[in-house]
């Protein structure tokens, strides 16, 4: 008898905490979109973050993360079959320790190198066919996660000089890692640490012309730079990591957990990238619809503006119809048909 208000009061109790949870939410919901409409480096924040949810980026990043991994085994396979086939004997330890490999890993670039010449063309032509398979596979999947952050639709052709582009990113990373490495060896990791600012620049400038061959509504090299530098900022962190700490978690993780610990260190380190490469897809859209492109205040310089009027093809090419039109700029620079957002609403 005594027990029947409280337990009357209880559902009312929790009503009364759903409603007041809901009205914080509510206010703090308000309080975001008016902070939006105040400040535009939030709105563009939030519209990164939205149309990376509608391009189905965390997605996309996982299969963009497989796919750089099943990319990077017959990679590597393919490097190790050229190394026996042109090289000769070879020491295995030496380029293990250039790559900067540890532990399990070291012992398998050992036994690689161990074998005969006739494996050597075996991993050749394995690695060759490969690197074709997976090369394709992980270009689809980029193609489709830049097409789907411009809006353009999933039906997308798959140029062919992109899978070039994309093995010769992986084939710079590679060798940059073991430039560094070198540098480390030689000079101790201070200097290498410092040489890994002017990677990320590298990487960036790579990453561009990576992204260059993915589909997008606009020609203009400008609107990747955004995604570029992220991506080649991102690159060189996690050099950074493989460089310096991931070695001797490898070679101690190996001892504890087998090649369970080799695979989860990788995997780990393909998914910060193919995570970071479907943001800096939807990145490049948001900052080239809503705030525009570097390209336009580049070439709003005194000395270079007379270049799109000069040369028509180059205004084309960076999506600047009003200077290659031969049009006033300061007329025309707050027209929203002249705003070189060619195919793209404006807000």
């Known amino acids: 008898m005594d027990d029947s208000p409280t337990e009357e ?3 009312k109790a ?3 905490s759903n409603a007041w949870a809901r009205g914080q939410a509510d206010r703090a919901k308000d309080w975001f979109e008016a902070l939006r409409e105040r400040v535009e480096i939030v709105d563009v924040g939030a519209r990164v973050y939205e149309r990376d949810k509608e391009a189905g980026g965390t997605l996309l990043g996982s299969a963009l993360a497989l ?3 099943l990319f990077f085994v017959p990679f590597v396979l393919l490097i190790v079959g050229l190394a026996g086939v042109l090289g000769g004997p070879t020491d295995g330890s030496a ?5 900067g490999l540890g532990g399990t890993l070291k012992n398998y670039v050992d036994d690689a190198f161990a074998q ?19 090369g394709w596979s992980l270009t689809r999947a980029m193609v489709l996660s830049s097409a789907l952050s411009w809006r353009m639709g ?3 052709p798959m140029p062919i000089r992109a899978i070039g582009i994309v093995v010769g990113l992986v084939v710079s990373v590679s060798l940059s890692t073991a430039i560094v490495n070198r540098i480390n060896q030689a000079t101790g990791a201070a200097v290498a640490s410092v040489s890994l600012f002017g990677m990320a620049t590298i990487y960036a400038v790579l990453w561009l012309l990576l992204l260059q061959a993915l589909p997008r509504t606009t020609t203009d090299p400008g609107a990747s730079l955004p995604g570029a530098a992220l991506v080649g900022v991102v690159l060189a962190l996690l050099q950074t990591i493989t460089q310096f700490y991931l070695p001797h978690q490898v070679s101690s993780s190996t001892q ?25 897809c939807a990145l490049n859209a948001v900052i080239y619809e809503q705030v525009g492109s570097v390209s336009t205040l580049f070439f709003a310089l005194p000395v270079v503006r007379a270049i799109p009027r ?18 006033d700029d300061d007329q025309h620079r707050d027209d929203p048909e002249h705003s070189g957002l060619p195919g793209i609403d404006q807000p």
Not at 95 to 99: L, Q, V, Y
Not at 116 to 134: C, F, H, N, P
Request: hydrophobic fraction near 50%; glycine fraction near 12%; charge should be positive.
């Open 154 to 156: 999933g039906k997308q």
């Open 116 to 134: 005969s010449g006739r494996t050597s063309w075996i991993a050749l032509a394995v690695g060759l066919s490969g690197v074709a398979t997976t």
């Open 14 to 16: 929790w009503q009364r």
């Open 310 to 327: 000069k040369v028509p093809a180059v205004g084309r090419y960076f999506a600047l119809d009003y200077v290659a039109d031969g049009d």
């Open 67 to 69: 796919r750089l991994f």
């Open 9 to 11: 009061h209880a559902p």
């Open 95 to 99: 380029t293990a320790r250039s790559a």
């Open 256 to 280: 504890l957990y087998g090649q369970l610990g080799v695979l989860v260190a990788f995997l780990g380190w393909f998914f910060f990238l193919g995570r970071s490469i479907a943001f800096a």
